[in-house]
């Protein structure tokens, strides 16, 4: 049973491996390839997410969360749409390396719909595409395809943010700390142990076979927070001070 339950929450990855098994026993020389190709990409994952990783912690430590919220929360309108493009459109590396940088932002208060047209201003409107494609398509073209991709990622954007809520992403957010700072919860870490909603039941619960952040405003219980983060074998609830915690 436990091979299954293993198997059921990395369903993605078993579905990755089954595909290649019959890529290599239907047509190998496809498999091979598409082994390679996987094996380039990985290996310039491995190359560039460390250096990702090091500016989004500085763009953390430097940029006040009220400034994000500001400029990317869910107050911020018309102008949370021109900072979203214009951050996404000037960006530059693969689509893949805006999510740590996504995920910081959104701890910090920015919401969903501006996050959603960042990664797509990211993928296919960045200005270092442009100016290629005014390179050889010419400047008719991009101009056109510039105008309608921006207003198709509006739309979509704002149709996204109706159906992806806060509690859909795997960072759950608890915003009333005792701090005036946000407790999160990785769900792709938590492993549904309960520990936490035993060590502190007012602000934790389970849901789902996930430890969730119950709803409703409360000040936090930094002692019994602590003692809900050092509970935790997989280190999945994160509070700004719990370098204090982790003991």
């Not at 310039?44 to 400034?67: G, S």
Request: hydrophobic content about 50%; charged content about 20%.
């Amino acid at each position: 049973m436990s091979i299954l339950k293993k198997a059921r929450d990395n369903l993605f990855i078993v579905m990755i491996a089954a595909a290649y098994i019959i890529l290599f026993i239907f047509r190998p020389s496809m498999g091979i390839t598409s082994l390679k190709n996987s094996a380039y990409y990985i290996k310039e994952m491995i190359m560039i997410m460390p250096v990702i990783f090091v500016l989004t912690a500085l763009l953390d430590a430097w940029v006040p969360k009220e400034q994000i919220m500001k400029f990317l929360g869910k107050k911020s309108k018309t102008k949370g749409v021109i900072f979203s493009l214009i951050l996404g459109s000037i960006s530059a590396g693969p689509i893949y390396a805006a999510f740590p940088l996504c995920v910081m932002l959104y701890k910090k208060g920015a919401s969903v719909r501006n996050l959603i047209i960042i990664l797509s201003a990211w993928a296919v409107i960045k200005v270092p595409m442009l100016l290629n494609e005014l390179k050889f398509l010419g400047f008719q073209f991009m101009a056109v395809r510039w105008i309608l991709t921006v207003i198709a990622i509006i739309i979509f954007s704002f149709i996204a943010s109706k159906i992806v809520k806060d509690e859909d992403l795997t960072v759950d957010i608890h915003e009333n700390g005792a701090s005036g700072e946000p407790v999160f919860i990785n769900k792709s870490a938590c492993v549904g142990c309960s520990l936490c909603a035993k060590t502190y039941p007012e602000l934790f619960e389970i849901k789902n076979k996930k430890a969730a952040i119950k709803k409703g405003n409360r000040q936090i219980d930094e002692e019994k927070l602590a003692m809900a983060i050092r509970s935790c074998p997989m280190k999945a609830i994160y509070f700004p001070n719990r370098q204090d915690y982790d003991l």
